[in-house]
């Protein structure tokens, strides 16, 4: 243009949705409101998507499972943010989960593939016009071209973590942590103060294979006199170093203005690292750092807490450890309430309160949108709960579920012409349809208009127990636990391998639990205690005589009581539902850490640790009365993972596996969707799960004016978990499911066969 700059000031885009901020949240919100159909700006003030997920911060997504150490165990939270996880083990196979280059371009893709979305990057809202409590447009600033973009939209999502969008509207908000008196939490302190939880910045390192010297920059701490350092390692402290970098305990700013002191508080953090880096490479305590380098400072620190906006319910403490029940529930949580020192690396208590959380709670919408800005919505660290609470919420794959929550009910307020408050009280469950449709996570929830019950389900092969096979003897020099889901409400007796060492008869105790909470594997009251003789040299199966009632979750725990001189077979299977423990008397807990499980005291027992369970299970057969927990009628559950009973088909070893639906009725259907077994127990997934189905073929038989009629797909290098597939409408006769291989593993798991 001859020297002549086109410059457009402002420039308008109207849509039906407008999400600002694009973590994780503001990701999973846009793509469902998309895949609904809604037109979508999504406006990020950062080049790259991803928030503290992204290779400009650097924090793993973690979430509900809380990296396999929750009570829950099966506790991934499905959805879009499981769609994220495989997404990126799909891209980069082999590669490791940590690839940040590659995790990028997994939320590119996922925006990308969604034509409804337009991405604003490097765009900053500054601005929020409101009228008769209704946002009527914000103003956001493009940081390079300077243009200036007014978004109109009938709703709004802020996903920013901070609140920005909220905040310009004027939405109330709390900041800092509530005193005793505010919610009866009893973490809580004693009186509120303005207080957060502190940033973390990350950094990398590499083995260069030879010495490597490092000199720091003028502008690092000398932190070799500093009262962290003269700490590092303390029991119950939780701050360590190590060569390896990334260390989430390096964090700042707690006690200070979170946002308006944000460059201070980055500005001290990043002198702590290189300082921090200086001390390790030069104080002569780390040896093993020879060959270390310096491979990559983050640019940015995560954030952990700023402002959290009021909705029509705080979620608290006390929902959390209670796991209250919600009408409105429309997601999950599950990590720990993590709750960090707000003086971060320079405060002298522990580095984190780790209040445990006993398995999967619910959040209820009603913590998803504004109490006085009528079309406005949350989902991230800005939502409507406590302090203490966030320290659960506050994890990526959890704000991921908000944001899908609030993304689908986006489209259903649209829908309806009607506010999210409207939709919670009046129309909530047409919303956690849709969202269980997309494989939602909603504990307990059933979909209002499954279509499932009308058909029947039947298999040409289903996993059974007789056939286990014992590939290690274990000293039984600890309490073992083997938690049970049971598909009768008895269990009479099981069989276990056990061999006696020794010439002399020996006696095996053993303890049989109970539980209340499907969603758990936590025993919570012990129910009876007996003795078996085991005669010397024995070495075989034996039958253990139960005469035990399911608890009122569904399970029966069977503890072995310690006898060095006895060895137990256990066997590399993890079955679904059978889950290997090892348990800790109380006064006996002194090898375990803050991520144990404590127990109520009638167990007897003060710790659960299920990391035992990984590569070494209990070997078991013999079950009386027989449970086929892994039957083709299991896909007819409501339910996409454990909960109670396994609820889920598995075959014996070997492919194709044929899964077939029969119509009982006369029915009609727009879509038919698989839910496959992911493992939900492991996170990060460190590659596609196994017994992730690979390569399926989908018939499905139809009867229209003219006959009978099929229709084939056939997917090949499945990496989906939820799988979902149009329909034509007319009357189904029949679908069959022939998985032709997994991933790995000898046979594949389907979760749930759905009709809509």
């Not at 609904?36 to 509900?64: H, K, T, W, Y």
Request: net charge negative; glycine share 10%.
């Amino acid at each position: 243009m001859n020297g002549v700059e086109y410059r457009e000031k402002i420039r308008r885009i109207e849509s039906d949705l407008t999400v600002a901020g694009a973590g994780i949240a503001g990701i999973c919100a846009a793509v469902a409101a998309a895949r609904e159909g809604l037109r979508v700006v999504l406006v990020n003030d950062r080049s790259v998507l991803g928030g503290n997920a992204s290779s400009e911060i650097g924090i793993p997504m973690n979430g509900a499972s809380h990296q396999g150490l929750n009570a829950s165990i099966y506790a991934r939270e499905g959805g879009l943010s499981e769609e994220i996880r495989l997404r990126m083990e799909a891209y980069n196979r082999g590669g490791g989960y940590d690839c940040l280059a590659l995790l990028d371009a997994v939320y590119f893709d996922m925006i990308y593939e969604e034509k409804n979305i337009t991405l604003l990057l490097n765009t900053g809202i500054f601005s929020c016009d409101v009228e008769n409590g209704k946002i009527c447009r914000c103003l956001a600033r493009h940081a390079v071209s300077n243009v200036v973009f007014e978004l109109v939209s009938p709703m709004y999502i802020d996903a920013t973590g901070n609140g920005v969008l909220a905040f310009e509207a004027g939405a109330h908000y709390t900041k800092g942590r509530e005193g005793k008196g505010d919610f009866h939490e009893r973490k809580a302190p004693d009186e509120a103060d303005s207080c957060t939880m502190g940033n973390t910045f990350y950094f990398e390192t590499i083995d260069c294979g030879r010495k490597v010297t490092f000199t720091p920059p003028a502008f690092a701490r000398n932190v070799k006199n500093m009262d962290f350092i003269k700490n590092i390692n303390r029991p119950g402290y939780y701050r360590g170093l190590s060569v390896k970098g990334a260390h989430w305990s390096f964090e700042y700013g707690g006690q200070m203005d979170i946002i308006y002191d944000s460059e201070d508080i980055d500005l001290e953090l990043r002198r702590l690292v290189y300082g921090i880096w200086d001390y390790i490479k030069n104080s002569g305590k780390y040896p093993e750092a020879e060959n270390y380098a310096l491979k990559r400072v983050y640019a940015k620190s995560g954030a952990r807490e700023s402002r959290r906006f009021l909705g029509d319910y705080v979620l608290t403490q006390n929902d959390i450890e209670e796991k209250r029940s919600f009408e409105d529930a429309v997601c999950v949580g599950g990590w720990p309430m993590d709750v960090h020192a707000p003086g971060g690396i320079y405060d002298p208590a522990p580095a984190t309160d780790f209040i445990p959380v006993t398995g999967m709670y619910q959040i209820p919408f009603r913590c998803l949108y504004s109490r006085d800005i009528d079309n406005l919505m949350f989902a991230g660290r800005d939502v409507s709960v406590s302090h203490i609470a966030l320290g659960s919420t506050r994890v990526m794959a959890t704000c991921g579920c908000m944001g899908q929550a609030v993304g689908t009910a986006a489209a259903c307020c649209k829908e309806l012409q009607t506010t999210p408050r409207k939709l919670a009280s009046d129309h909530c469950r047409m919303l956690q349809d849709r969202l269980v449709r997309a494989d939602q996570t909603i504990l307990g929830y059933v979909d209002s208009g499954r279509l499932t019950d009308c058909f029947t389900a039947s298999a040409d092969s289903e996993k059974r127990f007789e056939n286990t096979e014992i590939f290690l003897r274990r000293r039984l020099d600890m309490n073992l636990g083997l938690a049970l889901m049971m598909e009768t409400d008895r269990l009479e007796s099981i069989s276990v391998w056990l061999r006696n060492t020794t010439d002399v008869d020996q006696i095996l105790g053993y303890v049989i639990l109970e539980g209340d909470h499907r969603e758990t594997f936590l025993p919570e009251r012990r129910t009876q205690r007996r003795d078996c003789t085991v005669p010397a040299g024995f070495s075989g199966w034996m039958s253990l005589r139960t005469d035990a009632q399911t608890g009122r979750d569904g399970k029966i725990y069977l503890v072995l009581e310690v006898n060095e001189a006895l060895e137990v077979g256990m066997c590399r299977e993890s079955l679904t539902g059978a889950v290997t423990l090892r348990l800790f008397p109380e006064g006996n807990c002194g090898t375990c850490n803050h991520d144990s499980v404590p127990l109520v005291p009638e167990t007897g027992y003060r710790y659960l640790d299920h990391r035992y369970n990984r590569e070494e299970n209990i070997a078991f057969c013999g079950l009386i009365p027989e449970q086929r927990l892994y039957s083709a009628e299991k896909v007819l559950s409501p339910h996409g993972r454990p909960y109670g009973q396994p609820n889920v088909w598995i075959g014996e070893k070997g492919f194709p596996a044929v899964l077939t639906l029969t119509a009982k009725q006369q029915v009609k259907a727009g879509h038919l969707a698989f839910t496959f077994d992911t493992d939900l127990t492991k996170e990060p997934l460190d590659g596609l799960p196994d017994c992730l189905a690979r390569d399926f073929d989908v018939t499905v038989i139809y009867r229209d004016a003219s006959g009978e009629r099929s229709v084939v797909w056939q997917v090949r290098d499945n990496w989906r978990r939820h799988v979902v597939f149009e329909l034509e409408g007319d009357e189904i006769l029949q679908v069959r499911l022939s998985i032709l291989r997994s991933w790995g593993a000898d046979a594949a798991g389907v979760y749930g066969a759905a009709f809509w």
